[in-house]
């Protein structure tokens, strides 16, 4: 079991920028894909980047060129730059992973929500027009 403890929320204008920050503890196996997802108010969870072990990632089309996620895989690290912020992007914002399930697995943002076993509680991030 891998235990995820999001920071690095807060409230910025719009154009601003955050850096939010995942700790993880456990079985780095449980950790192969990591992603970060978020949910505002009324709406369903959504998808906003995902990284493997090996650094390759993919992005919703909404934050693509404004945020970048990396991962610092000594630390257990997960990190979401998030740049040139709209009041869209306002949200509860999750950290997930999961373990990599065979030699041809997807850790593509596409595949959603439900394939994530392991989640953080989450981090506000507000931004204000």
């Known amino acids: 079991q891998v235990q995820l403890v999001e920071s690095g929320g807060g409230s910025v204008q719009s154009g601003g920028s955050l850096r939010l920050s995942c700790a993880a503890s456990g079985s780095a196996s449980s950790s192969w894909c990591m992603g970060w997802f978020r949910q505002a108010p009324g709406k369903e969870r959504q998808a906003v980047a995902s990284?493997?072990?090996?650094?390759?990632?993919t992005y919703a089309e909404s934050v693509r060129g404004r945020f970048t996620i990396s991962r610092d895989n000594a630390k257990n690290t997960l990190f979401l730059q998030m740049s040139s912020l709209k009041p869209e992007d306002t949200a509860m914002y999750y950290c997930a992973t999961r373990d990599r399930r065979s030699l041809f697995d997807d850790c593509s943002v596409s595949r959603g929500a439900a394939v994530f076993g392991n989640w953080g509680q989450g981090t506000q991030v507000t931004v204000s027009s």
């Open positions: 990284i493997t072990t090996q650094g390759s990632t």
